[in-house]
T-cell receptor, first 112, second 114 residues
Framework: DAKTTQPPSMDCAEGRAANLPCNHS???????VYWYRQIHSQGPQYIIH???NNETNEMASLIITEDRKSSTLILPHATLRDTAVYYC?????????????FGAGTRLFVKA | DVKVTQSSRYLVKRTGEKVFLECVQD?????MFWYRQDPGLGLRLIYF???????EKGDIPEGYSVSREKKERFSLILESASTNQTSMYLC?????????????FGPGTRLTVT
């Protein structure tokens, strides 16, 4: 699975959009980009995933660059409850998570 | 809703004890995983299983073993607990069917070995 690089921490004002970047320059053609988040003292929670098209769901939007070497997770209107560690992962689709590698992630602080 | 449960939220054991951590999922998922999480190191994969009685080593299997006798249950075993195994242990499951394939995580077990 490709390695990802994320900033260690970010701040965001409540009500503003939070844009979390991820670099995955060694991604291969059959690898998907997945985002999870982990709120303190809980297990990680799935947010969204994509292959090459931009994706949106009730939680967030995922923007993947045309060369697929980086992506951005967007929380459109961040709330205090979005304070968490956000993990960007790339892995082959269809394997159900074999050897999914979680890095250190980005710690997002949403401030009032 | 998918539910992944772990037998304990907090556990304290002595050095040298045999420790069993149990994980149960109720969604008939084929794949199950054990991770440990330590400050500054993120989640590290210990073992995973893609079917009953099947197991594969992850990145840090040393000092651990696993058992999967039933599809819904995946056990992590510390044969002789040591203080460097003090950590948060997270279990996850995922399906091999359908398009999403994301992992569902349990709440975690915080193990302290004294």
């Amino acid at each position: 699975d490709a390695k990802t690089t994320q900033p260690p921490s970010m701040d965001c004002a409540e009500g503003r959009a939070a844009n979390l970047p991820c670099n995955h320059s060694t991604i291969s053609g059959n690898e998907y980009v997945y985002w999870y988040r982990q709120i303190h003292s809980q297990g990680p929670q799935y947010i969204i995933h994509g292959l090459k098209n931009n994706e949106t769901n009730e939680m967030a939007s995922l923007i993947i660059t045309e060369d697929r070497k980086s992506s951005t997770l967007i929380l459109p209107h961040a709330t205090l409850r979005d304070t968490a560690v956000y993990y960007c992962i790339v892995r082959v689709g269809g394997t159900g998570g074999f050897k999914t590698i979680f890095g250190a992630g980005t710690r997002l602080f949403v401030k009032a | 809703d998918v539910k992944v449960t772990q037998s304990s939220r907090y556990l304290v054991k002595r050095t040298g004890e045999k420790v069993f951590l149990e994980c149960v999922q109720d969604m008939d998922h084929e794949n199950m995983f054990w991770y440990r999480q330590d400050p500054g190191l993120g989640l590290r994969l210990i073992y995973f299983s893609y079917d009953v009685k099947m197991k594969e080593k992850g990145d840090i299997p040393e000092g651990y073993s696993v058992s999967r006798e039933k599809k819904e249950r995946f056990s992590l075993i510390l044969e002789s607990a040591s203080t460097n195994q003090t950590s948060m242990y997270l279990c996850a499951s995922s399906s091999r069917q359908g398009g999403r394939r994301e992992q569902y995580f349990g709440p975690g077990t915080r193990l302290t070995v004294t």
